[in-house]
C-alpha cells in the first residue's frame, strides 16, 4: 500500500464483493473527487477486484481482504485493521453485513459512514437510513453515502463509471488467442446469481451463428465456471471463440472495449462493459433493468416484462423461465443490426 499524502481527507471505502457493484462503487468514488478534489481514497477489495480497480483514476491504494463468502475471518479483518490504523479519516462502508464494518473500527477510524444494518450500531458512528424509494438503484444507494447526512437525495447526481483501457495489453492478447480483425461482439452467458438470470444458451449459439455470417467475430468472455457454457455456443463454428477461463479480468476490460457491441446478462461484465463505452445489449429475466441498469447512454434493455418477472430467484419458482426463453434470438439480433446501420450512417 502507498503512503496517502499529508493533504486532503484519508478515505477508506470498504468495497462490495460482486464485479458489477465494484464497478458501480466507482460513481461514489468519482463523486468523493469531485467534492475534494486533493483526498485521498483507499478501498478495501476482495485480491480478484484488483484488476478492476487498478483500471479506476480515483483509487490511490487497495487493501486487499481475502475472506471466502461466509467466513468470518476475524484474524485477518484483524491484521488488516492494525496495518491501516491511523492512516484514514473517514471510511464508508458499503456492504450491509455487521462484519463488514468490522475494518473500520478496528482500525479506530474516527467517522465510520454506512447504512443501519445488521446490528452495526457500535461498529458505525455516522449510520444512515436507507429509503429505498428514492435510493431505488445500487448505484444510488453508494453514491448517496459520500454526500452529507442530510443532503436532497431526490437531485442525486449520479456520475457514470469509466475504466481505464490498456491498448498495449489489448493488442497483445488479441495476438495470443489468435483473434481476427473483424468487427467483434461479445457475448457473456454467465450470470454469478443463478440461472434465473442466464438466457438459454441455445439461444447464444443461434445468435452467435447469424451474427459470423453477418460478417462478426463472436468473443464469448467468462470465468472458468462458464467455459462449459462457451463450448455449448462456439463449438464447431468457424468465428466463434470461447473465451472463458483464458483471460485474466484486466484482458476481459480491454477486450470488452474492443468489441462493437456485447449480448450479455445482468451481470458483473456487462457492467465492465458499459464502463468502457461499448454499447450494450442487456437481457433481464429474474432482475430489473430499474434497479441495475448499465451506467450508459449506448444500451439497448431486451426485458418482456411478465406479470411473474422480476422475482429476483436463482432459479425460476415456476420451472419455465419464460421470461427470458420467450426472448427471441432474432429480436436481438435486429437491434444489433439497428445500431450497426446507426453507427454506419452517423460516420
Known amino acids: 500500500m502507498r503512503a496517502p499524502p499529508s493533504s486532503g481527507e484519508r478515505i477508506l471505502v470498504v468495497g462490495p464483493s460482486w464485479v458489477g457493484d465494484m464497478v458501480m462503487a466507482q460513481?461514489?468514488?468519482?463523486?468523493?473527487?469531485?467534492?475534494?478534489?486533493?483526498?485521498?481514497?483507499?478501498?478495501?477489495?476482495?485480491g480478484w477486484s484488483q484488476p478492476i480497480l487498478a483500471r479506476m483514476d480515483e483509487v490511490a491504494e487497495v487493501a486487499t481482504l481475502d475472506v471466502t463468502h461466509g467466513e468470518f475471518g476475524w484474524g485477518t479483518r484483524r491484521t488488516l485493521a492494525k496495518r491501516l490504523a491511523g492512516r484514514f479519516d473517514r471510511a464508508i462502508v458499503l456492504p450491509r453485513s455487521w462484519k463488514s464494518a468490522l475494518v473500520p473500527f478496528l482500525a479506530r477510524i474516527p467517522r465510520r459512514t454506512g447504512y443501519t444494518g445488521?446490528?452495526?450500531?457500535?461498529?458505525?458512528?455516522?449510520?444512515?437510513?436507507?429509503?429505498?424509494?428514492?435510493?431505488?438503484?445500487?448505484?444510488k444507494r453508494f453514491v448517496a453515502l459520500g454526500l452529507p447526512a442530510g443532503a436532497d437525495l431526490e437531485a442525486l447526481s449520479i456520475p457514470r463509471p469509466r475504466l481505464r483501457v490498456d491498448t498495449l495489453n489489448l493488442a497483445a492478447v488479441r495476438d495470443g488467442l489468435g483473434l481476427s480483425s473483424r468487427p467483434a461482439i461479445g457475448m457473456m452467458p454467465g450470470a454469478e446469481y443463478g440461472p434465473a438470470k442466464q438466457w438459454p444458451?441455445?439461444?447464444?449459439?443461434?445468435?452467435?451463428?447469424?451474427?459470423?455470417?453477418?460478417?462478426?467475430?463472436?468473443?464469448v468472455l467468462g470465468g472458468p465456471k462458464d467455459a462449459e457454457a462457451g463450448?455449448?455456443?462456439?463449438e464447431g463454428q468457424e468465428g466463434v471463440h470461447?473465451?472463458?477461463?483464458?483471460?485474466?479480468?484486466?484482458?476481459?476490460v480491454d477486450l470488452?472495449?474492443?468489441?462493437?457491441?456485447?449480448v450479455t446478462n445482468d451481470s458483473g461484465l456487462m457492467h465492465v462493459a458499459a464502463a468502457v463505452g461499448t454499447r450494450v445489449q442487456a437481457l433481464y429475466g429474474s432482475s430489473s433493468p430499474l434497479y441495475t441498469p448499465p451506467l450508459t447512454d449506448k444500451a439497448t434493455i431486451h426485458t418482456l416484462a411478465l406479470e411473474c418477472s422480476p422475482c429476483f430467484q436463482r432459479t425460476c419458482p415456476l420451472g419455465h423461465t419464460n421470461c427470458l426463453v420467450q426472448l427471441s434470438p432474432q429480436r436481438v439480433l435486429q437491434a444489433i443490426l439497428?445500431?450497426?446501420?446507426?453507427?454506419?450512417?452517423?460516420g
Open 338 to 346: 439497428a445500431s450497426r446501420a446507426e453507427l454506419i450512417g452517423r
Open 201 to 219: 444458451l441455445g439461444h447464444f449459439r443461434e445468435l452467435a451463428l447469424r451474427l459470423v455470417a453477418e460478417g462478426f467475430e463472436v468473443r
Open 231 to 234: 463450448t455449448v455456443i462456439a
Open 27 to 46: 460513481s461514489l468514488l468519482k463523486t468523493l473527487k469531485q467534492r475534494q478534489p486533493d483526498c485521498h481514497i483507499g478501498v478495501v477489495a476482495p
Open 118 to 139: 445488521e446490528h452495526r450500531f457500535g461498529l458505525l458512528n455516522d449510520r444512515r437510513a436507507l429509503d429505498k424509494k428514492v435510493l431505488d438503484q445500487t448505484v
Open 242 to 252: 470461447n473465451l472463458c477461463g483464458k483471460t485474466r479480468l484486466a484482458d476481459a
Open 256 to 262: 470488452l472495449a474492443d468489441c462493437r457491441q456485447v
